[in-house]
């Protein structure tokens, strides 16, 4: 089946630090990706869209100035939290999917990320 | 997109079928089904879809409802490995395949 590889899979840095976060399709290239937060005992949250070579859509809420996404290539976006503070702490997961259709995303395993 | 609703937690014994219900009463025409599972701290593994026709993966089946307003979700022989919160999800085709995720059913499998 597709692969989505996210790395790292955990992060402890101190306030103040901007992290980065990859996600790669390893056997298909991914026009679209998405980054979703989650938070203890909550469901996943779709933070950003992002497509191959265009800027990434916000969902509502989301500071776009705070979370910097790109999408480089068809196989790899990146999140990068800048500036991190200890309410930023969570656990990020990306998916990707080969079109925007039928087809459906695949996720990678999350990143959890500590802010200290 | 259409809302689901699905039971917040569901008990099933090792070994045994597991159906897990959904109810997406405002489905509309162009809206497919699609099911995904979380085992605890890892990413959402998807595991099948499908606008009105049953369907069958190497995973689970899919039952939909003629009038399309119900599915259930069938694990058929349920493993501990199979512990996890599941996610039933519709979506249109062609809405750049956000998926926004409910709170899902708790399944738990014990020997």
């Known amino acids: 089946g597709a692969v989505v590889s996210q790395h790292p899979s955990r992060v402890i840095c101190k306030s103040g630090t901007s992290v980065k976060i990859e996600c790669r399709s390893l056997?298909?290239?991914?026009?679209?990706m998405f980054w979703y937060r989650q938070f203890p005992k909550q469901s996943l949250m779709l933070m950003a869209t992002?497509?191959?070579?265009?800027?990434?859509?916000?969902e509502q809420g989301v500071e776009k100035d705070k979370f910097l996404i790109n999408h480089a290539s068809l196989t790899l976006s990146t999140l990068t939290v800048t500036s991190a503070h200890p309410e930023d702490s969570s656990f990020y997961i990306c998916?990707?999917?080969?079109?925007?259709?039928?087809?459906?995303?695949?996720f990678g395993d999350g990143t959890r990320l500590s802010i200290l | 997109d259409a809302k689901t609703t699905q039971p917040p937690s569901m008990d099933c014994a090792e070994g045994r079928a597991a159906n897990l219900p959904c109810n997406h009463s405002?489905?509309?025409?162009?809206?497919?089904v699609y099911w995904y599972r979380q085992i605890h701290s890892q990413g959402p593994q998807y595991i099948i879809h499908?606008?009105?026709n049953n369907e069958t993966n190497e995973m689970a089946s899919l039952i939909i409802t003629e009038d399309r307003k119900s599915s259930t979700l069938i694990l058929p022989h349920a493993t501990l490995r199979d512990t996890a919160v599941y996610y039933c999800?519709?979506?249109?085709?062609?809405?750049?395949?956000?998926?926004?995720f409910g709170a899902g059913t708790q399944v738990v499998v014990t020997p």
């Open positions: 998916s990707a999917s080969a079109d925007r259709d039928v087809q459906p995303q695949h």
């Open positions: 056997d298909f290239q991914a026009t679209t």
């Open positions: 992002s497509n191959e070579g265009s800027k990434a859509t916000y």
């Open positions: 405002t489905i509309s025409g162009n809206e497919y």
């Open positions: 499908g606008l009105k």
């Open positions: 999800i519709v979506r249109v085709a062609d809405s750049w395949g956000k998926l926004q």
